[in-house]
């Protein structure tokens, strides 16, 4: 009776244990009395403290300390080796035990879940059922979670109801709404959310990000709605999930109300809902939001640093992103593989030689060369800027060479002429690579008509949507006429006009117009001209266009009619433009431009570069003054 007093006390002295240094000084007192070892109960009570408090070697130490070891010393051992990330430790204590229970098998199951390898987490739950074991709920939420089709989780689901797991656990309903969500399965979930007896925020949550996910933004927000009025409080996942509905349909009213809504629940400085706020004020084009924001939270976050600097390049303002990440590093934010790739996204558009270099310097020093993403946008970024040899060699490295490699690849050789390398790539892709999508025949169809390649073109097209798999798009059917027209089969083209899904686009007009000129039927170039109008009210194509075919033809009153609908338009004509990169900054010289950035220093270097070239006599004044 003594003894059972002593280990009652001794158990409830335990739970209150919150340092290691009371946890040894009551192992010792014990030790002295010779009953860790020989209690099992308070063996396996030290033994789980250390695990928790303590560390390996101690884990260890009161492991061997143990006499009489059951099924729960090993558990609890097996644990702390996968805690400690030795998978194959673990795995070795689980084959050696002699006895296992559910506890054991659900451990090794979370241990190679834990270490990413989802295939050999499948495998032990295949065999514990194999071993006649059952399976828990907690089990099932397991394996839920690294099923890798639906199909399977289908299976795991009827198994489930058939040995009479229900929806009473809201554990395991979680498990299933958040799987059937991932892969795309709303309307399963919902099944699941509305036969669930309890539900909790984490099932509003699932419910509602798969709804913004998959393109129900519209459900999403309703849920949410429904989610309030059901006295369940929004937290800062919930309030971002949401924030990110109203981007992807661009509702800017509804993304100001909840995002009013975090700053009145004081979730703003929660790194994933200011991610989300400024992501949607850019989508909604409202980037100046986006930058106050960014300002006003001033956490200086990965998550944070990412969605400013993609806003800003997504709209048009690559400096200003630069000018973020070199900020970022200078606090210390460690770039991830998104921040490289969304920089090397818009490093072709500074120096490439420099920028680029830098960059493709700093994703070897962090370790993501081998990254899919990374090295799709390196291969993207070299291919731009014309080093096709950097972007093959980058290429041929790929261990995972998905379809946006493959199309930068291809894309790249296309845009600087090189129809020939882009041709057999696409053969190889064909041969070795993932499925061609609309982008890659795209490319392809480019080559084609660079290369003058009109019937392999016209064959690729032809064969797009029963071969490949690929319906052909605005874009396929412009790229076909362009073709077509430049062959100087313009009755072809036409027949491909009329089948096309948005007839005569502005790509189309402009084609038309530049290529034909004033020439051919009047109705038929005013037609093309008001049809640009139309399209693209700012440009000044049609209107000079038009503007000399009546010139041509004698009808003053008309060319003053167009020359006074420019002017009341306030429509000008395009001016040229060059561009270079000076110290990663951006300059731009317009035609005909003489107020520009440093105008001064270079017209007097200009003409101190003539004095000379005159004093040497490669040129007279006569012959400058005459150009």
Known sequence: MVYSRQIKLISTLLNHCLSIKSVKFIHAHL???????????????????????????????????????????????????????DIQCARQVFDEMSERDVVSWNTMIYGYLSC????????????????????????????????????????????????????????????????????G???????????????????????????SKWGYEEMAYNQFCIMRMANYLPDAFTVSSVLTACSNIKDLPRGVQIFALSIKSGFLSNTIVSSAA????????????????????????????????????????????????????????????????CLLSCAWMFQPSVQGTNLH?????????????????????????????AAKIIFDKM??????????MILGFTYNGKTEESLKLFVELLKTGPPPDYITLLGVMLACNHGRLVNEGLSIFCLMENKYGVRPTDAHFTCIVVM????????????IITRMPNVLNGYICELILSIRGVQGDLESIEKVAERLMELEPMSSLPYIVLGKAYEVRGRWESVARVKKMMKDKNISKVIGCSWIGVNSGLFVFEENEVVHHGREHVYLTLGLLMHDIENEGYISTVELSGR
């Open 31 to 85: 030790i002295k009395l010779n009953l860790s070892k020989t209690n099992t109960f308070l063996g396996n009570r030290f033994l789980d403290l250390y695990s928790k408090l303590g560390t390996v070697k101690d884990t260890l130490l009161a492991f061997d300390d143990i006499r009489y070891k059951n099924v729960y010393s090993w558990n609890i051992y097996m644990r702390v080796c996968i805690d400690f990330g």
């Open 116 to 183: 990413g390898i989802g295939d050999h987490a499948l495998g032990v739950f295949a065999k514990m059922q194999a071993f006649g074991v059952v399976p828990s709920e907690y089990t099932y939420s397991i394996v839920l979670s690294c099923v890798r089709s639906v199909s399977h989780g289908m299976e795991i689901h009827c198994d489930m109801i058939r040995k009479g797991v229900g929806f009473s656990s809201v554990i395991v309903g979680n498990s299933l709404i958040d799987m059937y969500c991932k892969h």
């Open 185 to 211: 399965f709303v309307d399963y979930a919902f099944r699941v959310f509305i036969c669930m007896k309890e539900v909790d925020n984490f099932s509003w949550n699932s419910l509602i990000a798969g709804c």
């Open 278 to 341: 400024i992501n949607m004020y850019s989508k909604c084009e409202s980037i100046i939001d986006s930058i106050s924001i960014f300002e006003e939270v001033n956490i200086w976050d990965s998550a944070v640093c990412n969605s400013i600097m993609s806003s800003l390049v997504m709209h048009q303002l690559e400096e200003n992103a630069m000018q973020i990440f070199a900020r970022s590093l200078k606090k210390n934010v460690r770039p991830t593989e998104f921040t490289l790739s």
């Open 361 to 389: 310097g700093l994703v070897v020093k962090l370790g993501f060369e081998y990254d899919p993403v990374v090295s799709s946008s390196l291969v993207e970024m070299y291919s731009k800027c014309g080093f096709f040899d």
């Open 399 to 408: 261990e995972i060479k998905d379809i946006i490699s493959w199309n930068s």
């Open 484 to 495: 077509m027209i430049q062959a100087g089969k313009l009755n072809e083209a036409i027949n």
